[in-house]
């Protein structure tokens, strides 16, 4: 791992002099206005942020690094006989920059093996919790259990230098990465399999092992979960996940304390939890129906009566795509190829020609079309993985590569402590009464 961390040191090194330049010279630029409906209603298009590891565009969707997922799938190393990315290179290129070789992500890979281990207190933490509970609650208990293994926590304790912050950062979040597929897939043994766990792989890719350590040795599930981990990584920086990470981060809350809070963010319906909300509501809308390949007509009524409930649609919309999300894309070219006659597979095809037309039609959804969450699920209960409340935890394994990387890089730039200025309402209408000096400067 020394020489991957190097060059990320090296990289980081020479962004941060570049930053240092850009600043004094354009420090004072003006990037964008702001509104007052903006600061009111989730600063929505209000730039505030800078995250190196992807960038989304509203009608093109996220590019990794300047890569788009298809070229992804196309140029990341894969497992042997496999034809999906392997996860890790898609961790080096958020990391580095560059696409990796077949000797750098084999290198991920084995220091991830070697850093997988999970302390028993961490199983014993999940065991205090009752089955029952939701299993996103057991990941994110499991992973503040975990944080008595921070290194970042215990060198800043004996006065680590500012300089050094980076490195603390890095050795956690590797170590947290490794570890994660073992505490996740020990939730979902023990609250779906009786509790019978199944040990590691030492000789499997993180993606292969973790599908192995859930219990599914089908190929092609393997291959899904290296797809799946792939693209659920990083959707550049305003997101619930990504923000909260980053916000918790900058207060030099160690990884693990950042990564749990992100988490308890993607845990939210309108975030990660949307993808265990799509496959409910399919069952759902199935049983109501009494078949398993409702019509389009059928459909069509459902959603309007879920519109008509006051709910959202789940698995469509998004905050800033305008566009079927690449994401979903990736994952019906994968049904097409391993699944096209499942029923529920179909179905989500079904519904992604009925949805947007009604939402169109309501003038005020910014977004008609499908996101990440609206397709995953399907998949998953193909090979037999029907268990949704389990879904958001694989995207809180994924989202981690992204997340944790972003982490690296901000400690590795120096980003300081995040703190926007907020106003009161009062304030606001002082501002409207030309009271305050402030309005319309
Ligand atoms: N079904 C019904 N109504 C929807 C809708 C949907 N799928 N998407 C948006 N709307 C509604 C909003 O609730 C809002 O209604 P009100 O004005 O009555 O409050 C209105 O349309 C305008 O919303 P918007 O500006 O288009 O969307 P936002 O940026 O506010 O919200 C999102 C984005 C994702 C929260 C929203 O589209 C949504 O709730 N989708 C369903 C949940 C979902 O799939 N989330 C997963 C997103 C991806 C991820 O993070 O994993």
Redesign the pocket.
Known sequence: MGIIKDRFKEKGDALAAEIKDLLKEHGTKKIGEVQLSQIYQ?M?GMTGLVTETSLLDAQEGIRFRGYSIPELREKLPKADRGSEPLPEGLFYLMLIGELPTEADVQSITDVWQRRSHVPNHVFATIEALPVSSHPMTQFVTAVMALQTESQFAKRYAAGMSKKEYWDAVFDDSMDLIARLPRVAAYIYRRKYKGGVHIQPDGLLDWAGNFAHMMGFENDSFKELMRLYMTIHADHEGG?VSAHTTHLVGSALSDPYLSYAAGMNGLAG????L??Q?VIKWIFEMREELGTELPTQEQIVEYVKKT?AAGK????????VLRKTDPRFTAQMEFGKKHMPDDSLVQTVWNVYEAVPPI?QSLG????PWP????HSGALLVHYGMVEYEFYTVLFAVSRALGVLTSLCWDRVLGFPLERPKSVTTALVKKWIKGEDEIWGE
């Open positions: 989730g929505r997101n319906p309108l975030h990660g949307a993808n909300e519109l959202v649609v789940p698995g469509y919309g998004h905050a939402l005020k959804i910014k977004n996101n990440v969450d609206a």
